[in-house]
């Protein structure tokens, strides 16, 4: 993976997007359904892309918004349905043109209060706090963002009565309907006019930013953290949750400053990310130079992406590995969360560390594997069977302290503060607490790298079984596992993940570039982890029939 030498400096003009020039795009261009890049796609957190690509237009958000009426009323869903939007560019127009065909569906919509900025955890949150002890008039959401995206992406999700990411068969079950209007030039698709939609009876407004901030002690000991006197910095990111922030130190009485809370849609006051873009990731190092550099301000300091469902935390020493504070975070948690059922166990996605499972093993917890998404999490966070669910990409979640779902989709504001708490009850900061821990289980050391991939590379790595692995040693030590499918649920994991006693690796393909990714991990150091990677390549060359790298 090469780093553009401006990784990690100021936003150049050149990297900023033209905004009315974007903004003209989604309603101005029509995506040609015959062209597949141009079809609603669902993946693993809802349809993306950018009016420029003619990938999230008008039409799509049209399409799929009367989709999921069809779905709700073929479910039976007539709850209210809360929606939220993040500070991308795109996400105010999604928003009106979703409103507009609720409305004219007579579907409840409930909105941010004063047109507040919406996180997705406390959509996620407002759907449990409605559902819970409910059997009928059960509420869903939308979630309108494209995560920590660039700023010319929009995004699109559904979330689920059960609070999370919808499963694949509901998502295929919208993507195909929302298709099929987009191949009728919209035929079927009710609509209003905006200002009518907003008047009609069933639209109405919900304080999600009240709602959220104010159960936050359900999930975190923010007396502990105020007891501590802990000073506190966090960089919104330009987020979802600029607003929330304020109301939580004013709540609860924390030291906590917000260094930035500037809403740009260009997002120009950001450093550039690894490859010269502008990405609102809070576990990159270059996206977050910025608040990096203040560390020694504070005792902690945090971060959250554009919807604030991933985190990024920063100790004295420094911007955390997001392996490493997951790992650090569960090692806590079930030590200090005496109300979560005794059998609760530990959820983490195939490709993140194996030091969770050394973790996981010591506290006689039970370890369900997944592939990637945090859908595989919601039923387990959501009857209490986990207690904490992790994916490396910095996206976790976890129960209150009685044991309660809190948030069936990722909490980027809860795992931020969880590492004041931790800090705060241990006299040690996460980033020490996962020092003790590698004494204990060893010292890993993990990399994603990315490999070129044709199409048919893709697809066939997709369709990967374990019999055509040929090798039977990785980095010098015999292949103990070769999976296919996920240990936790048995559901295809997309690639293969191949498992030695000092280490192993996994290779996926990716859903929008002409690559394929490879996470590889070794407990023997850097040069063991370079040998991984290297044999890594051949092994799946081989196996999908190409010429091995030299």
Known sequence: MSINPLAGQPATASALVDIPALLSAYYDRRPDPSVAAQRVVFGTSGHRGSSFDSTFNEWHILAISQAVCLYRASHHIDGPLFIGMDTHALSQPALHSAVEVFAANGVTVLLSAGDEFTPTPAISHAILTHNHGRTAGLADGIVITPSHNPPRDGGFKYNATNGGPAEPDVTRWIENAANDFLANALRGVNRMPLDQALRAPTTGRHDFLEEYTGHLDRVIDV????????????????????????????????????????????????????????????????????????????????????????????????????????????????????????????????????????????????????????????NGLLDGSLGFGGEESAGASCLCMDGTEWSTDKDGIVLALLSAEMTARTNRDPGEIYRQLTQRFGDPQYERIEAPATPADKAALQRLSPEAIRSKLLGGEAINTVLATAPGNGAPIGGVKVIAESGWFAARPSGTESVYKIYAESFRGAEHLRRIQSEAQVIVDTALGATPRT
């Open 223 to 378: 007396e502990a953290i105020r007891g501590a006197s802990l000073a506190l910095g966090v960089d919104p990111l330009g987020g979802a949750g600029v607003h929330y922030w304020h109301r939580i130190a004013e709540r609860y009485r924390l030291t906590l400053t917000s260094v930035n809370d500037v809403v740009d849609p260009a997002f120009a006051f950001m450093t550039l990310d690894w490859d010269g873009q502008i990405r609102m990731d809070p576990s990159s190092p270059y996206a977050m130079r910025g608040l990096i550099g203040l560390k020694d301000r504070f005792d902690l300091a945090f971060a959250c992406d554009t919807d604030h469902d991933r985190h990024g935390i920063v100790t004295k020493a420094g911007l955390l590995q997001p392996n490493h504070y997951l790992s650090a975070a569960l090692f806590y948690l079930f030590q200090h969360r005496p109300g979560w059922r005794p059998d609760a166990g530990v959820g983490k996605t195939i490709v993140s560390s194996a030091m969770i499972d050394r973790v996981t093993a010591s506290l006689g917890r039970r370890l369900y594997e997944t592939p990637v998404g945090f859908k595989w999490f919601v």
